[in-house]
């Protein structure tokens, strides 16, 4: 059964880091596009970054450009996203994704916000 975890978020003041990280199990994510979708409450699912197998390219969102960094670590088959200079607005939960196939980062991300089920995700608040 494939199944994605993902932890590291929390409470930090603006200008903190997080890391976050994407556990994999029952799938390689080396294999496979991973990408990370935020939501607030009430608000469109933001895609922010992803990192694609297939050509490997990388994606951030504007607003995660300079901050965050996308990386992957092949022996814990687990794929981080590193969050600094934090802003109140990066407040969300965090979920990632993963998307196969012969797909670029910036074309997995744009599938992965419309994906319908969801995991828990991780939640990330930034105090002003």
């Known amino acids: 059964q494939e199944q994605l975890v993902e932890s590291g978020g929390g409470l930090v003041q603006a200008g903190g880091s997080l890391r976050l990280a994407c556990a994999a199990s029952?799938?390689?994510?080396?294999?496979?596009?991973v990408g990370w979708v935020r939501q607030v409450p009430g608000k469109e699912r933001e895609g922010v970054s992803c990192i694609a197998s297939y050509d490997g390219s990388t994606y951030y969102s504007d607003s995660a450009k300079g901050r965050f960094t996308i990386t992957r670590d092949t022996d814990k088959n687990t794929v981080y996203l590193q969050m600094d200079n934090l802003k109140p607005e990066d407040t969300a939960v965090y979920y990632c994704a993963t998307a196969d196939g012969p797909v670029s980062a910036a074309h997995a991300i744009r599938l992965m916000v419309q994906y319908k089920y969801w995991g828990q995700g991780t939640q990330v608040t930034v105090s002003s």
């Open positions: 029952g799938l390689t994510l080396d294999d496979t596009a």
